[in-house]
Nanobody, 123 residues
Framework: QLQLVESGGGLVQPGGSLTLSCSAS????????VGWFRQVPGKEREGVSC????????YYADSVKGRFTISRDYAKSAAYLQMNNLKPEDTAVYYC????????????????WGQGTQVTVSS
């Protein structure tokens, strides 16, 4: 049973940076495509960025293009989300997800979720 744990969230000022990490246990993350999603209270969980293989296409939500970078490390069974130039509207709980290969960056394609990590962007 794949288990995912996120880390790296926290409080940051607007314009700052954070790197979220996702580590896997129980199985290898390499068996799955991966993605990062986020959710704010009262809204649906949305896809932020998704990637299948490191040499394949990546998806970024329009709101984060040019600021966020997704990556994965097969050897470490891990995934990362580098977030730069953070804005208050990026405040949310961020979730790591193991996805079905070749799927869209949508919640219905997620096979396993992490527990989430809070990112707060505020001065």
């Amino acid at each position: 049973q794949l288990q995912l744990v996120e880390s790296g969230g926290g409080l940051v000022q607007p314009g700052g940076s954070l790197t979220l990490s996702c580590s896997a246990s129980g199985s290898t993350l390499g068996y799955y495509a991966v993605g990062w999603f986020r959710q704010v209270p009262g809204k649906e969980r949305e896809g932020v960025s998704c990637i299948d293989s490191m040499d394949g296409p990546t998806y970024y939500a329009d709101s984060v293009k040019g600021r966020f970078t997704i990556s994965r490390d097969y050897a470490k069974s891990a995934a990362y989300l580098q977030m730069n130039n953070l804005k208050p509207e990026d405040t949310a709980v961020y979730y790591c997800a193991a996805r079905t290969w070749g799927s869209d960056c949508e919640t219905h394609a997620v096979r396993s979720w992490g527990q989430g990590t809070q990112v707060t962007v505020s001065s």
